[in-house]
């Protein structure tokens, strides 16, 4: 994992510049990143600030530093594969998480987490869609492509509160749930819509290369995207979606069950957390290659790993189980480190000052979208389904809605034009709003509402049902 980490944050050139600046070669990269995490572990234990929101400060530092000329690291040589963090840094994430999700507490609350990482990312994303275009005046692509890149949620740093205060396990299952599925279905929207922006336009904006965000190339934009007609078959994408989601899904599962009947034939450790990796980049692979989910494809093998193959002791042993669980733990700690400093590195901090009011009023916007999307569908499944979720839920689902690295990835993922400038400013600001603002207030109103102990906590769900 450590390689894939520095690959991903590897320096494109390791010279020494002409004006005799010395810039960091790629031999560096490993220990300075490790002394970032080791800084960003010891402020997190002494203010209690999340570790990853750290790292995102130093990689905001480190970017504004290269803009006023201090060059601590190349930041113009600076250059990454978004697909490397798609491939080979959300799925131990997601992976890690899933393998502790515990299926009893998934299943009372599946319908509600599917339908919150499938539906509900639609209808934010059209909510989300509608009020970009008439409240902040986005032309209608760029407003539907923003919406559903930022659309699905991270519970990297949920999580990390999850374990300060003591909340039902149910509702960190459910959270943690919707952000591992959730991930996809964002990918697959927003795929559809930048498909429907080259059938419109062309390389007339996702090929245009224009770096800068300015009024002007937002109204050029806007001009572009409406001209043209855009054919959009709802039932044709409504299948291409079940297919992509489903797919991942069934290669997920199958992947899992073979490798579970691997197990068995080994009992060393590492052996064995070999062939977990294996089961987490083959389903990915897999999945890719033929055209489905492949961040489904994990969580599935995830949620199996951690329900069926660990929980037999003639299929996993307990020391070999406690050797895989640390070894991905700690492999999660670093992808998540890695996610963010990324994050903060490839911020442009200039840019998101220079267009704060829109940032803000895109930030407020994509609460409102979510606010649409989960209180109707959370309080449908209490009525219909019967998966009671208190309204105290609902309310820390909606302020845990955070932004994070896979809506960061969707949009590095664009060629460079005036409309990956748009969404990459907006994009940007409206991430390092959501890990600001929604830290603080979901922080205080789950210690103002989870003040409980265990029996308490339990005793408050069952009365809820």
Not at 69 to 92: A, T, Y
Not at 132 to 153: E, Q, S
Not at 196 to 219: D, E, K, Q, R, V
Not at 354 to 378: K, N, Q
Request: hydrophobic letters at 55%.
């Amino acid at each position: 994992m450590i390689a894939t980490i520095s690959s991903a944050l590897a320096i494109a050139s390791s010279v020494v510049g002409g004006n005799g600046e010395l810039s960091l070669t790629s031999e560096y990269v490993i220990p300075i990143f490790l002394a970032m995490i080791f800084a960003a572990a010891l402020i997190s234990s002494r203010t209690k600030v999340p570790h990853t929101i750290v790292l995102v400060g130093f990689g905001i530092v480190i970017s504004f530093l290269s803009f006023a000329g201090v060059e601590i690291v190349n930041i113009q040589n600076f250059r990454i594969d978004p697909n490397l963090l798609i491939d080979f840094v959300i799925p131990p994430l997601i992976f890690e998480a899933m393998m502790n999700v515990d299926y009893k507490q998934f299943k009372a609350v599946r319908a509600s987490a599917l339908l919150l990482a499938t539906v509900g990312v639609v209808l934010a994303t059209l909510a989300g869609g509608v009020i970009m275009m008439y409240i902040a005046g986005l032309p209608l692509l760029v407003a539907f492509a923003f919406a559903a890149l930022i659309a699905p949620t991270d519970a990297a740093i949920v999580i990390e509160i999850f374990k300060r205060v003591r909340v039902p396990k149910i509702l960190s299952t459910l959270m943690e749930s919707e952000a591992a599925f959730n991930d996809s279905t964002g990918a697959i929207v927003f795929s559809s819509i930048i498909a429907i922006a080259f059938a419109t336009s062309g390389n007339a904006i996702l090929g245009s290369a224009s770096p800068s965000f300015s009024s002007s190339s937002l109204s050029n934009t806007a001009i572009t995207l409406y001209n043209g007609s855009i054919n959009l078959s709802i039932a044709n994408e409504a299948i291409h979606f079940m297919v992509v989601f489903f797919g991942g899904a069934g290669i997920g599962l199958a992947i899992a069950a073979a490798t579970h009947r691997l197990h068995p034939l080994m009992n060393d450790p590492f052996s064995e957390t070999s062939l977990t990796i294996a089961t987490v980049f083959g389903s990915v692979v897999l999945a890719n290659s033929l055209g489905v989910s492949g961040l489904v494809a994990v969580a599935v093998a995830g949620l199996y790993f951690g329900n069926v193959t660990v929980k037999k002791e003639a299929t996993m042993s307990k020391n070999v189980r406690a050797f895989t669980f640390t070894f991905w733990e700690m492999t999660a700690f670093f992808a998540s480190s890695a996610a963010f400093l990324y994050l903060g590195i490839s911020m442009n901090i200039v840019d998101v000052v220079e267009h704060f009011p829109i940032i803000v009023l895109s930030f407020f916007a994509v609460l409102a979208a979510r606010a649409a999307a989960i209180y109707p569908m959370l309080a449908a499944t209490t009525r219909f389904i019967g998966e009671k979720i208190p309204m105290t839920w609902r309310h820390v689902i909606m302020l845990g809605g955070m932004r994070g690295a896979i809506s960061l990835a969707l949009v590095a993922s664009l060629p460079p034009s005036s409309f990956k400038s748009i969404l990459q400013t907006l994009t940007f600001g409206v991430v390092l709003l959501s890990l600001v603002i929604q830290y603080i207030a979901l922080s205080k109103y789950v210690r103002n509402v989870f003040h409980y102990d265990d029996a308490t906590i339990n005793r408050q769900h069952n009365r809820s049902k």
